[in-house]
């Protein structure tokens, strides 16, 4: 039920799927992207070993700024750079850039309209040990909200690399949501990847009872739920929203026609991420019951990234509870909770 | 640059008159906006815009134009006045300042005025634009390219701790191509700067920071003119121009009232404002 117009991974139901984090995939991806085009330019606040920059730097050493631990510098030397023709990287942790520098980018990227590559890396609670202060839960809230801006949060490590060359290519200020962790890879290099395009990963062959609606290394879970279901023969679809900005509002719209119900699913503040950027969508042009799966108004904590995705409610369980909730409000409109 | 006659000096000193009389009635038709700042630095605009920069108001975007951040973009009446004056567009359009549909924003906007090489306004983040275009110059051009780049600064944004993050920057990189100008009038919005947040001994810390000092009058020609062939000279080092200026220079009512910061005069007030500078320049 996978959906193989998409050429994915068929391996990912497996115990043994290949796993990769997905900021791999944006380390590799720049490299690509640098070998086609002489103009893209790397920066980095310190991080270059943990964003994956270092695979960069190592091959373009002179086409490489580190900047220190420094993360407003770091965006605003890139808007001179891009001013001047560059096409800059940024790479920091995204609890210090977009967290720290908002502003900076802000104005000098997004309201310059400058072509800047904004590259924040663990994301999430998975970051795991580090703790509440590392891990980023508000990143897609605070890059979505800018006009201009393109917001990519990809669901693998091959989704990244293909994000990366095409946050390369495209004339406009960019935010690239990565995590830490080894994510099971679901697309292969054949996948398709489009800026601005949902796709149905996961489709049962009877109509959908219920729509999936993810993001980032929660995409996995999402599919694994659908699958489950599909076992106990309810039909559950999944999109994948790698692009939050701009949104796929045809595919969500029609997703809610079909199923009649939504579930979001985003290692984020359900405030202001994905599950909201949906709802924006769905209020405003085919309203159904929606459940939001996310970090639900808390700071996260240190953990093993599985310990916190089960504590703060990202779990598979989690998802299949809120497909289950979603579903009995569809069947039973009044209110009762 | 060539040389600097007293011919030149002289018509500097009248165009930037002339550059303060615009300000003033731009600021009176606007209602609103910087007075001090902008006034105090007309002759240091002047100087750049009609004897020091390589630019062509005919054709703004020429790739080998110097580039100008400008940091503090409150006082952009001065920019865009002496944006003006030098051709950039017609003198009658400095009448929309701070208007609805005007190309001339309250802070700088590029999306609205295409040639600015940035928007500005939120403090603190211009020197590290500057530090990035030269740095991608250098990375196409090499350390000896003709071009030069120049921000400037005012005196409070040096309290705003990314300013001096492009400061650490400009001086690993060793920038010889880009100079820096603080307008060093001492006040800000609410105050003096050494009471709201102590600057000095400010050529002394960037000094240690590896930079290039100078301190001059930012009122006298010579020294402005002087100052950047010196910066140009220098080797290896980024060049910092600390300009001494007053604080609504021209207008003796405004000078060095920190009060002026931000607010335009009356209508009344204006015109005192412009009788004493038609006065100055007769």
Redesign the interface.
């Known amino acids: 039920m996978l959906n193989q117009n998409l050429k994915l991974n068929t391996k990912l139901f497996d115990e043994d799927v290949e796993q990769i984090p997905i900021r791999r995939g944006f380390g590799e991806g720049l490299v690509l992207a640098a070998d086609a085009d002489k103009n893209v330019?790397g920066l980095c606040a310190d991080l270059n070993e943990s964003s994956q920059m270092y695979l960069f730097a190592k091959k373009y050493p002179?086409?490489f700024?580190q900047?220190?631990v420094?993360e407003?510098?770091l965006v605003?030397?890139?808007?001179?750079?891009?001013?001047?023709?560059?096409i800059?990287f940024t790479s920091s942790y995204a609890m210090f850039s977009p967290g720290r520098n908002w502003?900076?980018i802000r104005?000098?990227i997004a309201?310059?309209?400058r072509p800047v590559k904004i590259i924040g890396s663990h994301a999430g609670v998975s970051v795991g040990s580090d703790g509440g202060t590392h891990q980023a839960i508000e990143d897609i809230a605070l890059m979505r909200v800018l006009p201009n801006m393109i917001v990519l949060s990809p669901c693998d490590a091959i989704e990244a690399k293909k994000a990366t060359i095409e946050a390369a290519k495209i004339n406009k200020p960019v935010y690239i949501r990565l995590t830490r962790e080894k994510t099971p890879l679901i697309t292969t290099e054949e996948t398709p990847f489009e800026i601005g395009k949902g796709e149905i990963l996961f489709a049962p062959p009877m109509t959908a009872q219920v729509g999936i609606i993810a993001t980032g290394a929660l995409v996995h879970k999402a599919i694994i739920a659908a699958q489950n279901f599909s076992q106990k023969g309810i039909s559950v679809k999944v999109l994948n929203i790698s692009s939050v900005r701009p949104l796929d509002f045809e595919a969500i719209i029609n997703l809610a026609k079909e199923a009649g119900a939504i579930v979001s699913v985003e290692e984020h503040q359900v405030v202001g991420g994905l599950g909201s950027a949906i709802a924006e969508v769905l209020v405003q042009n085919y309203p159904v019951p929606m459940e939001l799966i996310g970090i639900h108004d808390k700071f996260g904590q240190s953990g093993t990234p599985a310990e916190l995705i089960e504590y703060y409610g990202m779990g598979v369980s989690h998802i299949e509870k809120a497909v289950e909730r979603v579903l009995n409000r569809k069947n039973d409109p009044t209110p009762s909770r | 640059m060539q040389q600097l006659t007293d011919e030149k000096k002289i018509w500097m000193e009248g165009k930037a008159n002339e550059i303060r009389q615009s300000i003033i009635e731009m600021l009176v038709e606007a209602g609103s906006g910087h007075s001090a700042g902008p006034l105090g630095m007309a002759d240091i605009f002047t100087a750049l815009y009609f004897f020091i920069l390589k630019h062509d108001p005919t054709n703004p975007m020429w790739e080998e134009r110097d580039r100008l951040v400008l940091s503090n973009g409150h006082i952009c009446p001065v920019y865009y006045a002496t944006l003006a004056h030098a051709g950039y567009f017609p003198l009658n359009e400095l009448k929309t300042l701070r208007k609805f549909g005007s190309r001339l924003q309250g802070h700088p906007h590029r999306e609205y005025l295409k040639f600015l090489e940035t928007s500005s306004g939120p403090l603190g983040a211009g020197l590290s634009q500057a530090v990035g275009m030269c740095l991608a110059d250098r990375m196409d051009n090499g350390k000896y390219s003709p071009k030069q780049f120049y921000c400037l600064l005012s005196d409070g944004e040096l309290d705003e701790g990314n300013t001096w993050e492009g400061v650490m920057l400009g001086a690993k990189e060793k920038l010889q191509n880009l100079t820096v100008i603080i307008d060093r009038n001492n006040i800000q919005i609410e105050g003096y700067t050494e009471d709201i947040m102590p600057l000095e001994p400010l050529r002394d810390k960037w000094e240690s920071f590896n930079w290039h000092t100078q301190v001059i009058d930012g009122h006298n020609f010579e020294q402005i003119v002087g100052a950047i062939g010196e910066a140009q000279a220098v080797f290896d080092k980024p060049s910092v121009i600390m300009a001494n200026t007053i604080p609504g220079k021209g207008v003796s009512f405004m000078e060095r009232k920190y009060e002026w910061h931000g607010k335009p005069p009356t209508k009344e007030q204006g015109e005192e404002a412009l009788k004493e500078l038609r006065n100055n320049h007769a």
């Open positions: 330019v002179l086409r700024v900047v220190g420094a407003q510098n605003t030397v890139a808007s001179g750079m891009a001013a001047m023709g560059k800059p502003e900076q104005t000098t309201y310059n309209d």
